[in-house]
């Protein structure tokens, strides 16, 4: 929490996403802090202890958003980590998210009523 507020740690390598998420998230009272790659977004989370992180599975890399993830973890990190993927709903369908780590799965393009509600109702 930062100056009363939540924040979360938004990874994606697509500046467009990070941009409309800022706007929704600064919209709703909480911080954002933003990455762009798996190195930048550990290096953010480090410097500012984010409530909860969301992290896209594929950046620079296939699978950076579950690298990154296991690097947070070795960090000691005890905020939920969500995926958000353009293949979310599929993984969701066939896989648990928590196999790999994950509080949960969103999908791209984001639902953003559903996006806020379990924010609050993690950030509670």
Partial sequence: ???????IL???DDPDYRYAMRQLLEANDI????AGDGEEGLRAYKS?????IIL?????????GVNLLRSLR??????PVYLLS???????MTMDPAE????GIFQKPIDNDRLLSVIRSRLR
Avoid: C, H, R, W
């Fill in 1 to 7: 929490m930062q100056d009363g507020k939540n924040v």
């Fill in 10 to 12: 938004y990874v994606d």
């Fill in 31 to 34: 911080e954002m802090v933003e």
């Fill in 48 to 52: 500012s202890d984010p409530d909860l």
């Fill in 56 to 64: 896209d599975l594929m950046m620079e890399e296939v699978d950076s």
């Fill in 74 to 79: 070795a960090e000691g990190n005890t905020a």
């Fill in 86 to 92: 353009s293949v979310g709903d599929t993984m969701a």
């Fill in 100 to 103: 790999l780590g994950f509080i």
